[in-house]
């Protein structure tokens, strides 16, 4: 599953930086920078290079932390903070590694989700940019403000799973 996410997450990568920068040349002398809550843009600043690649170079640079938190979980599960600290750190260490291989699993599918926020963005971005409207189409207007809300509700899950499921491995059928 890990390796297919990869590939997702690169084919992503890809589109965002290979896409913004196919685009440039098409571009108005004047590209949204910021948009209101309703999606309508409300800031502007000129169509270089460095603004119109600061979405994906931020996109890249959170992608990279987030791979780096997973690389980090991965090489180091006995350092993992979990709920119940005492009860993960006692835990074979085949478990932990379990454990964090879950932990991996969460961390590759933020950062897909993560970049699909970031594409949509920078496509809704160029949308308005290029045409007669100044607000975000409506899927890029959901998609933004709905991948977040998504997101938290799936880090709220991992916390609530995750020291049921070190419970499970303990040993520990209690709630």
Do not use: C, K
Request: no cysteine; hydrophobic share 50%.
């Amino acid at each position: 599953m890990d390796r297919l996410t990869h590939g997702l997450n690169a084919a992503l990568s890809l589109l965002l930086v290979g896409g913004s920068l196919w685009v440039l040349p098409t571009l108005p002398a004047r590209v949204p920078r910021h948009f209101g809550l309703g999606g309508t843009a409300d800031a502007y600043w000129d169509a270089t290079l460095l603004h119109w690649m600061a979405l994906p170079a931020i996109a890249i640079v959170v992608v990279g932390g987030l791979y780096g938190a997973a690389w980090w979980v991965g090489t180091r599960p006995a350092a993992v903070s979990m709920p119940d600290q005492q009860r993960y750190d006692a835990l074979r260490p085949a478990d932990q590694r379990l454990i964090a291989g879950h932990v991996q699993t969460f961390l590759y599918g933020t950062a897909t989700a993560t970049l699909v926020l970031f594409v949509v963005a920078q496509g809704s971005t160029y949308h308005v940019a290029t045409s007669a409207t100044n607000t975000f189409p409506e899927v890029g207007w959901a998609l933004t403000l709905g991948i977040p809300v998504v997101l938290t509700i799936a880090t709220g899950a991992l916390a609530w799973w995750l020291p049921r499921r070190v419970r499970r491995l303990a040993g520990d059928r209690g709630p």
